[in-house]
C-alpha cells in the first residue's frame, strides 16, 4: 500500500515537473531539480547562481515562475485528490468520471465536473426528485410530442407536495435546470466562448451620478472582456465596490441577441429545437431560465475572477518592474550627504551623514513662508558643509522641493571651495521609514521628522540599502496596487527586493538588520543576531566567522555566503560573489598558474586566457567555472549603472512657469502600460505617451525608459487648471501631441508625486451616460499621467 502511495506522488511530481518544463522553456529533469531544491529550503537567488549544473542553468526568471506555477499545481492535485475522495465516498465515481477529473489541468474545470457531487442544501431539484419527478423532466425531453400539461397530470400528487400540474412542471424544470446548469462539458464551453465574444458592461448605481462624478466615463461603458485593458478593468471593480458601477457580462455588442445566441447554445448541448411540437416551447424555455438563473450569474463570476486576477497579475508585474528599477538605481556612493526634507510651515528638516551613512548632526531651519529666514537658513546650511565636507545635498521632492533646491543652489555657491552637488530624490516612503518600528529602534532618541531627512540623505549614496527598510508598498510607484490582492502583491515584491538584494551582493560590516534580512537564507532573527555579534565583537574577518553567530548554522551558511562580502578580510576571495564551497577551484585556477590569488585578481588577460573545462570537477562544471573566471577578472563587481543626477532648469519651478517648446532634463519616476511619468522638478510630473517614446515603435515603455532613468524631453503640452503636463522625447516634435488611445484617455485625473495615501479613479467625459465627444489632444494626453501617480 504504501509503495502505491510512493509510486502515486512519484507519478504526480513528475507531471507536474513536466507541465512546468513546458512552460518556462526547459527539460523535465531540470523542473525536477529545481522543485528539490526549492523543497530543501534553498532560495531562488541561492539555486539561479550557485546551482547552475544542477538545474541546467535556470535563470531567476525561470525559476520565481516555477516557483509559482509549483504552488499552484500543487494545490490543484491536492484539490484533486479531495474531489476525488468526495465523489468516491457518495459511491458515484464512474471510470469515465475519475478519468476525467485526473485529466483537469485547471482548477476552473475541476470544480465545474465535481459541481453536481458537491454537497449542497436541499435544492429545489432535490426536492423534485423526491417527489418522483423526474420520470416528468426526462419523458418531455426525449419525446417533445408530448402535451406538458397532460403528461404532467400523471405527477400530481398532494402528499408528495405536488399539488396540481404547474407544481408539477415547475419542479421537472429545476430539475433540467439543475443538470444543465452542472453539467462540465456545457459549462466549459460556454466560458470559452463567452470569455471570447463577452462584453463588460458598466452604468451608473441608481442615484449615484453625483457622488460618483469620478467614475462618469463608465457611467454608460462597454467593452470586449477579452480586449480590455488591465488598468481600466481594475477601474470598473473599483467603482463596483464602493457601488458606484453596476457590471454585467454579455454575449456580444447587442446584449438581447446575445443573451438569445447563448440560450440557444444551450439548446443544442440539450439536443432541443423549435419545431412546433407540443413540448418544444416549454423546453426551450427552461433552456432561457437555465442560462438566466443558472449559468449567466455563475460565468460571470467566474470570468470576472479569471480576468481580475489576470488584471491583478498583470499590475504587480508593473509595480514589479519598477520597483527593481529604484532599487537597482545607480548609488552615488561613500560620500558626505546632506539631506534636505522640505517643509514650509514645519520648517526643512536637515540631516548630514558621513561617507558611511552615519548620521552625524542634524538641524531644522524656515528659510520659506512664514518666516521666510533665508539668510539664516543659509547660514546653518553653509557651517554644515564645511564642517562635515558635504559632498552631495540630496533634497526630498515633496512641498516645497524647488524652493529649497534654490535654497541648495545659493548654499553651493556661498562654499565654492567644497564642489558640492545638489539632486533632487524621490522621498516616497520615507514618512513610512521615519514613523517605522526599525527607524525607532535605529533613531531612538531622534525626532520623527528629523528621521525622513536621514532617509533621504541615504537614499542618494544608496538606494538599495536604504529603501529595503521601506515596506515595498508604501514606495509608491504600482498602477492599482491598492485594488490587487495584498498577499500576491507582498509576495511578488518581496521576491523582487530579495532578487536585487542578492544580485549586488551585501557589505556583512556595514549593512543593516532590514538589509541583511533579504540576504537569500537569512531570517530577520539571524540578521539582527549577525548585527549584535558584529557591535559586541567588531567587524568580520572572513565567511567562515559567520559560523559562530547563533542560528547560522550550515545550512544557512551554504544559503547567504556567496552574497555577503568582506572587504579587507583575511581571505581576499570573501570580497567576491565565490562562493566558499568553490575555493577549492580557485586553489586549482592559483596552482596551474603559479601565482597568488591576489596576483590573478583583476588580471583580465591572465584569466581571459583560461579554458574552464581544465578545472571542471564532479560538482562544478563549465558554467560555475566561467562564473568563477568572470568573477576574478572583477570580484565583487555591482551591477547598477554609473551615478547620474538630472539637473532641473533654472527657473522652472512651478507648472506656470512651462512653455511648449521648452527642452528639460527629468528623472522617470514611474511606468506605466501607457507610458512614463517624468519628475521636472514642478512638483507635478509629465507624460511621455507610450508613441513619444521613441521614434521607433514601442510596445512596452520599459523596453526604452525605467524608473530612475535621467532623460531629456520636450514639452508638447500644458493644461495648467487640470495640472496636466504631455512630453516627449522625440526632441523635433512638433504641437500637438498625438492622440493616445481610449485606455491612455480614461486614466484618472491627479497630479503630482507617486502618492502612497490612497488611491482615486477619476473620469472624464459623458456625464449623463451618453457618448462622449473626443477630447483635446491636450485632454487626452494629460489624462493618462495620474494613471500611476494616483494609483500607487
Given at each position: 500500500m504504501q509503495d502505491?502511495?510512493?509510486?502515486?506522488?512519484?507519478?504526480?511530481?513528475?507531471?507536474?515537473?513536466?507541465?512546468?518544463?513546458?512552460?518556462?522553456?526547459?527539460?523535465?529533469?531540470?523542473s525536477l531539480a529545481a522543485i528539490a531544491l526549492l523543497d530543501e529550503g534553498a532560495t531562488v537567488p541561492f539555486i539561479a547562481r550557485y546551482r547552475k549544473e544542477v538545474t541546467g542553468g535556470l535563470d531567476d526568471t525561470q525559476l520565481r515562475n516555477l516557483e509559482v506555477r509549483l504552488t499552484y499545481l500543487r494545490e490543484l492535485e491536492d484539490r484533486r485528490a479531495a474531489v476525488l475522495a468526495s465523489v468516491a465516498e457518495q459511491g458515484k465515481l464512474s471510470d469515465e468520471l475519475r478519468a476525467d477529473i485526473e485529466a483537469a489541468d485547471s482548477k476552473a474545470r475541476l470544480e465545474d465536473l465535481y459541481l453536481p457531487y458537491k454537497p449542497k442544501r436541499r435544492t429545489r431539484a432535490q426536492i423534485a426528485r423526491e417527489a418522483g419527478l423526474e420520470p416528468l423532466a426526462d419523458g418531455l425531453l426525449a419525446d417533445p410530442m408530448l402535451t406538458p400539461e397532460e403528461f404532467?397530470?400523471?405527477?400530481?400528487?398532494?402528499?408528495k407536495g405536488v399539488a396540481d400540474t404547474k407544481a408539477a412542471l415547475d419542479g421537472a424544470r429545476a430539475i433540467l435546470m439543475e443538470r444543465w446548469g452542472e453539467d462540465a462539458q456545457l459549462v466549459g464551453e460556454l466560458r470559452s466562448w463567452l470569455h471570447e465574444v463577452g462584453v463588460i458592461r458598466a452604468r451608473v448605481a441608481d442615484g449615484k451620478e453625483n457622488e460618483g462624478a469620478k467614475y462618469r466615463d463608465y457611467f454608460d461603458h462597454a467593452e470586449a472582456l477579452a480586449r480590455?485593458?488591465?488598468?481600466?478593468?481594475?477601474?470598473?471593480?473599483?467603482?463596483?465596490?464602493?457601488?458606484?458601477?453596476?457590471?454585467?457580462?454579455?454575449?456580444?455588442?447587442?446584449?438581447?441577441a446575445g443573451h438569445l445566441q447563448a440560450e440557444g447554445r444551450v439548446a443544442v448541448h440539450a439536443g432541443i429545437k423549435a419545431l412546433g411540437r407540443p413540448a418544444d416551447k416549454w423546453l426551450l424555455d427552461s433552456c432561457r431560465l437555465t442560462w438566466k438563473a443558472k449559468l449567466h450569474l455563475h460565468l460571470l463570476l467566474d470570468l470576472f475572477s479569471q480576468a481580475r486576477e489576470r488584471a491583478e497579475a498583470e499590475a504587480i508585474d508593473v509595480f514589479g518592474d519598477n520597483l527593481k528599477d529604484l532599487l537597482l538605481a545607480a548609488p552615488a556612493g561613500p560620500k558626505a550627504v546632506l539631506g534636505l526634507d522640505p517643509g514650509l510651515r514645519t520648517g526643512v528638516k536637515v540631516a548630514v551623514v558621513d561617507s558611511t551613512g552615519k548620521l552625524v548632526d542634524t538641524a531644522t531651519i524656515y528659510p520659506h513662508e512664514p518666516k521666510r529666514q533665508w539668510d539664516q537658513s543659509l547660514h546653518v546650511l553653509r557651517a554644515l558643509c564645511i564642517k562635515h565636507q558635504v559632498e552631495l545635498i540630496a533634497i526630498g521632492n515633496g512641498t516645497a522641493s524647488r524652493e529649497t533646491d534654490k535654497l541648495a543652489g545659493d548654499v553651493i555657491k556661498l562654499a565654492p571651495e567644497i564642489k558640492m552637488q545638489k539632486i533632487v530624490v524621490s522621498e516616497a516612503g520615507a514618512s513610512v521609514y521615519s514613523a517605522s518600528e526599525f527607524a525607532a529602534k535605529e533613531f531612538p532618541n531622534l525626532d520623527v521628522s528629523i528621521r525622513g531627512a536621514v532617509s533621504i540623505a541615504r537614499r542618494l549614496q544608496d538606494p538599495l540599502a536604504e529603501l529595503v527598510k521601506i515596506e515595498p508598498k508604501a514606495i509608491g510607484v504600482g498602477q492599482y496596487q491598492h485594488d490587487v490582492d495584498q498577499f500576491r502583491l507582498m509576495r511578488a515584491l518581496d521576491a523582487r527586493v530579495e532578487d536585487c538584494v542578492n544580485a549586488v551582493g551585501v557589505d556583512v560590516n556595514t549593512a543593516s538588520a532590514a538589509l541583511l534580512?533579504?540576504?537569500?537564507?537569512?531570517?530577520?532573527?539571524?540578521a539582527e543576531n549577525i548585527v549584535v555579534y558584529r557591535d559586541h565583537n567588531g567587524a568580520f574577518r572572513s565567511r567562515k566567522e559567520l559560523l559562530k553567530v547563533p542560528r547560522l548554522g550550515d545550512k544557512t551558511f551554504e544559503q547567504c555566503a556567496g552574497f555577503l562580502r568582506i572587504a579587507d578580510g583575511d581571505q581576499p576571495l570573501d570580497a567576491s560573489s565565490v562562493h566558499p564551497e568553490a575555493y577549492p577551484v580557485v586553489e586549482r585556477i592559483l596552482k596551474q598558474c603559479g601565482r597568488q590569488v591576489k596576483q590573478v585578481i583583476g588580471d583580465a588577460?591572465?584569466?581571459?586566457?583560461?579554458?574552464?573545462?581544465?578545472?571542471?570537477?564532479?560538482?562544478?562544471?563549465?558554467?560555475?567555472?566561467?562564473?568563477?573566471?568572470?568573477?576574478?577578472?572583477?570580484?565583487?563587481?555591482?551591477p547598477r549603472p554609473e551615478f547620474k543626477a538630472a539637473r532641473f532648469a533654472d527657473g522652472v519651478e512651478d507648472i506656470k512657469d512651462l512653455q511648449v517648446g521648452m527642452i528639460l532634463e527629468g528623472v522617470v519616476s514611474n511606468v506605466a502600460a501607457f507610458g512614463a511619468f517624468v519628475d521636472i522638478g514642478v512638483h507635478q510630473d509629465g507624460l511621455i505617451h507610450i508613441s513619444a517614446l521613441s521614434d521607433k515603435y514601442v510596445k512596452d515603455p520599459r523596453e526604452v525608459v525605467k524608473a530612475g532613468d535621467v532623460v531629456k524631453v520636450r514639452v508638447i503640452e500644458v493644461?495648467?487648471?487640470?495640472?496636466?503636463?504631455?512630453?516627449?522625447?522625440?526632441?523635433?516634435?512638433?504641437?500637438?501631441?498625438?492622440?493616445?488611445?481610449?485606455?491612455?484617455?480614461?486614466?484618472?485625473?491627479?497630479g503630482g508625486r507617486a502618492d502612497n495615501r490612497g488611491q482615486r479613479e477619476p473620469a472624464r467625459g459623458s456625464s449623463g451616460g451618453g457618448k462622449t465627444a473626443p477630447a483635446p489632444a491636450n485632454n487626452a494626453l494629460a489624462n493618462a499621467f495620474a494613471r500611476a501617480k494616483r494609483e500607487s
Open positions: 502505491n502511495a510512493s509510486k502515486s506522488a512519484r507519478q504526480v511530481a513528475d507531471k507536474i515537473a513536466r507541465l512546468i518544463a513546458e512552460e518556462i522553456g526547459a527539460q523535465p529533469a531540470q404532467a397530470g400523471g405527477f400530481v400528487d398532494a402528499e480590455i485593458p488591465s488598468h481600466r478593468l481594475l477601474a470598473l471593480f473599483r467603482g463596483r465596490r464602493e457601488e458606484f458601477l453596476f457590471l454585467d457580462l454579455d454575449p456580444g455588442t447587442d446584449a438581447e534580512t533579504r540576504v537569500s537564507g537569512l531570517s530577520s532573527t539571524v588577460p591572465l584569466l581571459r586566457g583560461l579554458k574552464p573545462e581544465q578545472f571542471t570537477d564532479e560538482k562544478f562544471g563549465v558554467p560555475t567555472v566561467r562564473d568563477i573566471l568572470k568573477e576574478l577578472e572583477k570580484p565583487g563587481r555591482d493644461d495648467i487648471p487640470r495640472k496636466r503636463i504631455a512630453l516627449t522625447r522625440r526632441l523635433d516634435d512638433s504641437v500637438p501631441a498625438p492622440r493616445p488611445a481610449r485606455e491612455e484617455r480614461d486614466a484618472p485625473r491627479g
